[in-house]
């Protein structure tokens, strides 16, 4: 996968309220979470990581996790990637996410 300047999409990392875990879904998503690290949800977009939030949590194009359970993007898990093309975007996020949930986080990524 190339990654670089090339490209205007980006993944990111939005840290989600604890209470998600009230959520069968997610739990069922995340069954070897130990309660060590925060609850997650991980996307790309062809927006700033910033713009995006503020849409999911005015509920345009909205993930429901993120729009009810977010609290604020996690850059230091995501910048370091950003920008790049669409398809090492969409790449990149199930890697991500991947690797966010074998570091201990609960992981919701569509």
């Not at 790309?44 to 359970?69: C, E, W």
């Not at 950003?82 to 966010?100: C, F, K, Q, S, T």
Request: hydrophobic share 40%; proline share 5%.
């Amino acid at each position: 996968m190339t990654l670089g300047a090339a490209g205007h999409h980006h993944v990111y990392v939005v840290e989600l309220s604890d209470r998600v875990w009230n959520e069968a879904r997610f739990r069922r998503a995340n069954p070897d979470y130990a309660h060590a690290k925060p609850c997650v949800y991980v996307g790309m977009t062809g927006l700033d990581p910033d713009l995006r939030m503020d849409k999911h949590k005015a509920g345009i194009q909205s993930n429901r996790y993120v729009f009810d359970y977010g609290l604020r993007l996690l850059p230091a898990l995501y910048a370091v990637y950003n920008p790049m093309p669409y398809d090492a975007a969409r790449d990149m996020e199930v890697e991500l996410a991947i690797g966010l949930r074998e570091a201990g986080y609960a992981v919701w990524q569509a």
